[in-house]
């Protein structure tokens, strides 16, 4: 019987539509060349592009606009081939004769056609200011000069549109940063030509860098990744500033007559005729300004995005010279910055960027790197000898990218991921480098690296190990063991540890560390696993019976008013119970909160569930009582709610920011409420580690706390904000709408008045909540600034005050830091969290600078002190005022 016959009704069989399914999609020619373009160089690059200009030209006729486009994705999306791709092009100018001999080109040659319409893209970057596509295309423009296609006049003037930047008034730093690199690479790239047309060219571009990077001194110290509290100086051993190493190799290379570092493939073909071929003049730019939204002129600043904040871009160094590329040098700067764009541009494909990342030697000149182990020996001898080590190159870029303050161009996970995915496609040559990097930024912890550094070096830490077996030699940090308990080192073994945790389970963690690390006094094991720690479990706790009446009411699923009932009574019994000193409306709060939380214990849906079942409830305790007829908004009972929540959970850290996350989401507490109780309370969470709470300091768990709920505050102004501009734009339409459909003339002529429009309700309501949500956002920032001020330059009658907070600011008490105890590093944690605070949250903190300056350092007017004055010089720094 055949399968395939058709029926007499006509129906084909469904292995017709099987195959029908199966049938490769077709591609056309002009799809099969642009992939071809595209692919160029991934076997041979040199002996590529003469195979691939003959397929460009026997496809006829040419579709110029898919060429560009090719062309166009080359090179901002695979930069370390822009020199392959400028050499296609000059082939492509060429002109054949008929016996297969080129004879120059004229202006209907293919390259330049191509090249007139890639103009056109890279004219829509500048206008759209897409600053990575055009400092990429300026790349290309450059490597095209030196190969004889683009005026040098021309060209130079582009470069004048970018460096014209730098002298605009105002001009934001990550505006300025762009348009100088644009500007200096372009110059490294294509210097050697434009200084033959006009010698003093490099000269003002140099001069017009420096000049604007001599501005930025005091951005330069706020975001050094290793801090020096006595020193206002922003030199920094083992870390290099992006413009001042841009700035440094340019100066190099203008010593040394351009002779750089770039592959040039073009240089071998023969030069254009002059009598057949004018070259290319790129038409006039003009950079356009930044975006500014009209409601920042006006009144209603508070209404327009808040933009992000961009510092200066320091990027550690972890090896010596020999090892890896100096990025003050010609050589050492292409590499990295080629590095570097290629991890920026491979963000949504990790495994694709860590292949392209391991096969990048071949894109650069021989000789640069060290060849792979068993590789042959080379043909001819190598132009350059530097023998850079490719694995230590790349884990140097990758991390010194992630460690960037205050905030790293991409997400922190990524470049966790892309190491991981690095070391998988090379665990031989990788890991010894991960083992090196790990050991250089550990031993950096003495040496004053930055708390934030810390804290994602802790991360990346615990998320490697768990991709690896969690095997890491622990052993040889015993030693440490002895150091003072807050000693960086020590605070980085304890949250790495936590971190792994996380990542896995007690057990196994704890099989991986040494016995040493597991003894109570060493602080770096928790002593029992992450869990919960309900205070009343125990009978022969007081108050076990009234916690186990509210437990009972909880897994009946009582109804939440029924549930207030009993804690009215419970209340009447309690105060019989209980001594004059105690606060009963505290207890039956801690109580409750405490009894919710263990039956949500059990898994994240069960909390979810608990708290949204009762979430009447818990806003009644939190109103400041156990009514619902008490006022609300009570400080008093949200802070014993946020307490009762951190005991409960005082061996998983992690869940207390969950939960105090969802007690925000669902409005049970404010984010001024969480800022204050980290500032005042959390010293009373864990009474057997009060020797790592007080005096009052910030670690990174503290830190994790107030910027969740700065980060709540500012999020739900953001979303108020984009809700308010939606509701303003239909209501401008809807005024438009009825004004054009209704007219204003009647029957006779006569003007009518205009009707009114009905006010839109939904319009009013948004800015009543975009105004409460702002004054929320202002208070959560007045008050950590505030905690933080009467943390580091505590008044005598201060709570909790850290008596060394101004002792460690002397540049004999640093050098003398390895006496340090515990107070001292304590000190230092808390002025490195000050900093990162006012730096991240700078562009919420200018719009309230003046208030917030008023308010919380006018007390120290006329005083001496060099904690105020540093407290001080860190605020206007970071909002702009120094």
Same mark, same amino acid.
């Given at each position: 019987?055949?399968?395939?016959?058709?029926?007499?009704?006509?129906?084909?069989?469904?292995?017709?539509?099987?195959?029908?399914r199966?049938?490769?999609?077709?591609?056309s020619?002009?799809?099969?060349l642009?992939?071809?373009?595209?692919?160029l160089?991934?076997?041979d690059?040199?002996q590529?592009?003469?195979?691939?200009?003959?397929?460009?030209?026997?496809?006829?006729?040419?579709?110029?606009?898919?060429?560009?486009?090719?062309?166009?994705?080359g090179?901002? %999306?695979?930069?370390?081939?822009?020199?392959?791709?400028?050499?296609?092009l000059?082939?492509?100018?060429?002109?054949?004769?008929?016996?297969?001999?080129?004879?120059?080109a004229?202006?209907?040659?293919?390259?330049?056609?191509?090249l007139?319409?890639?103009?056109?893209?890279? /004219?829509?970057?500048?206008?759209?200011?897409?600053?990575?596509?055009?400092?990429?295309?300026?790349?290309?423009?450059?490597h095209?000069?030196?190969?004889?296609?683009?005026?040098?006049?021309?060209?130079?003037?582009?470069?004048?549109?970018?460096?014209?930047?730098?002298?605009e008034?105002?001009?934001?730093?990550?505006?300025?940063?762009?348009?100088?690199?644009?500007?200096?690479?372009?110059?490294?790239?294509?210097?050697?030509?434009?200084?033959?047309?006009?010698?003093?060219?490099?000269?003002?571009?140099?001069?017009?860098?420096?000049?604007?990077?001599?501005?930025?001194?005091?951005?330069?110290?706020i975001?050094?990744?290793?801090?020096?509290?006595?020193?206002?100086?922003?030199?920094?051993?083992?870390?290099?500033?992006?413009?001042?190493?841009?700035?440094?190799?340019?100066?190099?290379?203008?010593?040394?007559?351009?002779?750089?570092?770039y592959?040039?493939?073009?240089?071998?073909?023969?030069?254009?005729?002059s009598?057949?071929?004018t070259?290319?003049?790129?038409?006039?730019?003009?950079?356009?300004?930044?975006?500014?939204?009209?409601?920042?002129?006006?009144?209603?600043?508070?209404?327009?995005?808040?933009?992000?904040?961009?510092?200066?871009?320091y990027?550690?160094?972890l090896?010596?010279?020999?090892?890896?590329?100096?990025?003050?040098?010609?050589?050492?700067?292409?590499?990295?910055?080629?590095?570097?764009?290629?991890?920026?541009?491979?963000?949504?494909?990790?495994?694709?960027?860590?292949?392209?990342?391991?096969?990048?030697?071949?894109?650069?000149?021989?000789?640069?790197?060290?060849?792979?182990?068993?590789?042959?020996?080379?043909?001819?001898?190598?132009?350059?000898?530097?023998?850079?080590?490719?694995?230590?190159?790349?884990?140097e870029?990758?991390?010194?990218?992630?460690?960037?303050?205050?905030?790293?161009?991409?997400?922190?996970?990524?470049?966790?991921?892309?190491?991981?995915?690095?070391?998988?496609?090379?665990?031989?040559?990788?890991?010894?480098?991960?083992?090196?990097?790990?050991?250089?930024?550990?031993?950096?912890?003495?040496d004053?690296?930055?708390?934030?550094?810390?804290?994602?070096f802790?991360?990346?830490f615990?998320?490697?190990?768990?991709?690896?077996?969690?095997?890491?030699?622990?052993?040889?940090?015993?030693?440490?063991?002895?150091?003072?308990? /807050?000693?960086?080192?020590?605070a980085?073994?304890?949250t790495?540890?936590?971190?792994?945790?996380?990542?896995?389970?007690y057990?196994?963690?704890?099989?991986?560390?040494?016995?040493?690390?597991?003894?109570?006094?060493?602080?770096?094991?928790?002593?029992?696993?992450?869990?919960?720690?309900?205070?009343?479990?125990?009978?022969?706790?007081?108050?076990?019976?009234?916690?186990?009446?509210?437990?009972?009411?909880?897994?009946?699923?009582?109804?939440?008013?029924d549930?207030?009932?009993?804690?009215?009574t419970?209340?009447?019994?309690?105060?019989?119970?209980?001594?004059?000193?105690?606060?009963?409306?505290?207890?039956?709060?801690?109580?409750?909160?405490?009894?919710?939380?263990?039956?949500?214990?059990?898994?994240?849906?069960?909390?979810?569930?608990?708290?949204?079942?009762?979430?009447?409830?818990?806003?009644?305790?939190?109103?400041?009582?156990?009514?619902?007829?008490?006022?609300?908004?009570?400080? %008093?009972?949200?802070?014993?709610?946020?307490?009762?929540?951190?005991?409960?959970?005082?061996?998983n850290?992690?869940?207390?920011?969950?939960?105090?996350?969802?007690?925000?989401?669902?409005?049970?507490?404010?984010?001024?409420?969480?800022?204050?109780?980290?500032?005042?309370h959390?010293? %009373?969470?864990?009474?057997?580690?009060?020797?790592?709470?007080?005096?009052?300091?910030?670690?990174?768990?503290?830190?994790?706390?107030?910027k969740?709920?700065?980060?709540?505050?500012?999020?739900r102004?953001?979303?108020?904000?984009?809700?308010?501009?939606?509701?303003?734009?239909?209501?401008?339409?809807?005024?438009?709408?009825?004004?054009?459909?209704?007219?204003?003339?009647?029957?006779?002529g006569?003007?009518?008045?205009?009707?009114?429009?009905?006010?839109?309700?939904?319009?009013?309501?948004?800015?009543?909540?975009?105004?409460?949500?702002?004054?929320?956002?202002?208070?959560?920032?007045?008050?950590?600034?505030e905690?933080?001020?009467?943390?580091?330059?505590?008044?005598?009658?201060?709570?909790?005050?850290?008596?060394?907070?101004? %002792?460690?600011?002397?540049?004999?008490?640093?050098?003398?830091?390895a006496?340090?105890?515990?107070?001292?590093?304590?000190?230092?944690e808390?002025?490195g969290?000050?900093?990162?605070?006012?730096?991240?949250?700078?562009?919420?903190?200018?719009?309230?600078?003046?208030?917030?300056?008023?308010?919380?350092?006018?007390r120290?007017?006329?005083?001496?002190d060099?904690?105020?004055?540093?407290?001080?010089?860190?605020?206007?720094?970071?909002?702009?005022?120094?």
């Open positions: 019987m055949s399968y395939n016959r058709q029926s007499r009704g006509g129906r084909r069989h469904y292995r017709d539509d099987e195959d029908d199966r049938r490769d999609i077709v591609e020619p002009q799809e099969r642009k992939f071809a373009i595209i692919k160089g991934e076997a690059p040199y590529e592009i003469s195979t691939v200009e003959s397929r460009i030209r026997e496809l006829a006729p040419p579709d110029i606009y898919n060429l560009s486009e090719s062309f166009h994705i090179v901002t %999306e695979q930069p370390y081939k822009i020199p392959f791709y400028a050499a296609l000059r082939l492509l100018h060429d002109n054949p004769s008929k016996d297969g001999d080129s004879f120059g004229d202006k209907n040659s293919l390259g330049k056609q191509i007139e319409e890639f103009w056109k893209g890279f /004219q829509a970057y500048v206008d759209k200011l897409m600053w990575r596509e055009t400092r990429l295309c300026i790349h290309f423009f450059a095209l000069t030196s190969a004889q296609l683009i005026s040098p006049e021309s060209f130079a003037a582009l470069l004048r549109s970018f460096t014209a930047v730098l002298d008034f105002g001009v934001s730093h990550g505006r300025a940063k762009r348009a100088a690199l644009c500007a200096a690479e372009g110059l490294m790239i294509a210097g050697a030509v434009l200084t033959l047309h006009e010698p003093a060219f490099p000269g003002e571009v140099i001069t017009s860098i420096q000049t604007y990077t001599e501005t930025t001194g005091s951005g330069k110290w975001v050094q990744p290793v801090v020096r509290l006595h020193s206002p100086a922003v030199a920094v051993e083992n870390a290099d500033e992006l413009l001042d190493t841009a700035l440094i190799a340019l100066k190099a290379l203008e010593s040394s007559s351009f002779e750089g570092p592959p040039r493939p073009y240089s071998e073909y023969h030069p254009p005729d009598s057949l071929f070259l290319f003049s790129l038409p006039s730019v003009l950079v356009p300004p930044e975006v500014i939204e009209l409601e920042t002129l006006s009144s209603e600043a508070e209404e327009s995005e808040i933009k992000r904040q961009e510092w200066p871009e990027f550690l160094r090896f010596s010279d020999d090892v890896t590329p100096d990025p003050n040098t010609p050589a050492g700067y292409a590499v990295r910055s080629d590095l570097l764009v290629m991890i920026d541009i491979f963000e949504v494909n990790r495994k694709e960027a860590a292949r392209l990342l391991l096969e990048y030697p071949k894109w650069v000149a021989p000789g640069t790197f060290k060849p792979k182990p068993g590789a042959p020996p080379p043909e001819m001898e190598h132009l350059v000898n530097h023998d850079w080590q490719l694995e230590s190159t790349l884990l870029t990758m991390l010194g990218a992630s460690l960037v303050l205050p905030q790293s161009s991409q997400a922190q996970i990524y470049y966790d991921s892309l190491i991981t995915e690095v070391c998988k496609l090379s665990p031989s040559t990788v890991g010894p480098a991960v083992g090196k990097s790990i050991r250089k930024l550990y031993n950096s912890l003495t004053g690296l930055d708390v934030e550094i810390e804290r994602r802790s991360e990346w615990a998320i490697h190990m768990s991709n690896f077996n969690f095997q890491w030699v622990w052993k040889e940090w015993i030693p440490d063991l002895d150091l003072a308990i /807050q000693h960086p080192k020590r980085f073994m304890r790495a540890v936590e971190h792994e945790i996380r990542l896995s389970y057990d196994r963690v704890a099989k991986s560390l040494p016995e040493a690390m597991h003894a109570l006094e060493a602080h770096i094991l928790p002593k029992q696993a992450p869990g919960p720690d309900f205070m009343y479990d125990d009978t022969s706790k007081p108050h076990h019976d009234a916690a186990q009446s509210i437990l009972n009411l909880f897994r009946g699923r009582a109804k939440a008013e549930v207030i009932v009993h804690l009215d419970l209340r009447n019994t309690l105060e019989s119970e209980i001594s004059d000193t105690e606060n009963v409306n505290s207890l039956v709060r801690i109580i409750s909160t405490q009894s919710l939380l263990h039956v949500g214990s059990r898994s994240f849906s069960h909390l979810l569930n608990a708290i949204e079942r009762y979430l009447p409830l818990l806003r009644t305790l939190a109103s400041g009582g156990v009514t619902a007829s008490t006022a609300a908004g009570n400080l %008093e009972a949200k802070a014993d709610i946020l307490s009762a929540a951190a005991l409960f959970w005082k061996y850290p992690q869940m207390v920011a969950i939960v105090f996350d969802k007690l925000m989401q669902y409005q049970i507490v404010d984010p001024t409420d969480v800022v204050s109780w980290t500032f005042l959390v010293s %009373e969470v864990d009474e057997s580690e009060a020797d790592l709470r007080a005096p009052l300091n910030l670690s990174a768990f503290e830190w994790n706390l107030l969740a709920a700065l980060d709540k505050a500012i999020g102004v953001n979303t108020a904000r984009r809700k308010l501009a939606i509701l303003r734009k239909e209501d401008d339409d809807n005024r438009a709408r009825a004004k054009a459909s209704g007219g204003n003339m009647d029957v006779d006569e003007t009518k008045p205009d009707e009114p429009v009905m006010e839109n309700p939904a319009l009013a309501v948004a800015l009543k909540a975009f105004s409460s949500l702002t004054r929320e956002q202002k208070t959560a920032l007045s008050r950590t600034l905690g933080f001020v009467s943390c580091l330059a505590p008044s005598p009658t201060s709570l909790h005050p850290n008596p060394k907070a101004r %002792e460690i600011l002397t540049e004999h008490s640093w050098h003398n830091r006496n340090w105890g515990k107070e001292e590093w304590n000190a230092w808390t002025w969290w000050y900093r990162h605070f006012c730096r991240a949250y700078s562009p919420y903190l200018r719009n309230y600078a003046t208030t917030f300056t008023a308010v919380s350092f006018a120290f007017e006329g005083q001496s060099p904690a105020s004055d540093l407290l001080q010089k860190i605020w206007d720094v970071s909002t702009g005022q120094e």
